[in-house]
């Protein structure tokens, strides 16, 4: 954990979220500001800078992320489809600097 991340600390329940799912390795809540009716973003609970920093240690974790997406966002009412994205570094759109892939849909998404 990183003592100055706000996703650790949502993870950790340091901070409170709108939660959808959680494990003991990953944590699911609603994006604070949403860009479609249906958005939320799936967490590793392990503090991972970016998809840079993933290793091969890191291929279960990002594979249960991508799998568990379809699930939640059908549980979420996204019946028709979603969105996935993985923003990487402050030049690939990032804004907190910790892993996370935000899943939308339910309507046309402002951009991202």
């Known amino acids: 954990m990183s003592s100055d991340c706000i ?12 939660k959808v799912y959680e494990d003991g390795d990953l944590i699911a809540f609603h994006d ?3 860009i479609a009716p249906v958005h ?3 967490v590793p609970k392990e503090h991972l800078g970016s998809l840079a ?3 091969a240690r890191h291929e279960m974790l990002l594979g249960r992320m991508l799998l568990l997406a379809p699930v939640l966002a059908k549980e ?31 309507g046309r998404p402002r951009t991202m």
């Open 40 to 42: 939320f973003m799936i």
């Open 53 to 55: 920093d993933a290793h």
């Open 32 to 34: 604070i500001h949403p």
């Open 7 to 18: 996703f650790c600390k949502i993870a950790a329940g340091d901070l409170p979220c709108k």
């Open 76 to 106: 979420q009412g996204l019946e028709d489809g979603f969105r996935t994205v993985i923003n990487t570094g402050r030049g690939g759109g990032q804004e907190v600097m910790h892993l996370h892939m935000h899943v939308f849909g339910g």
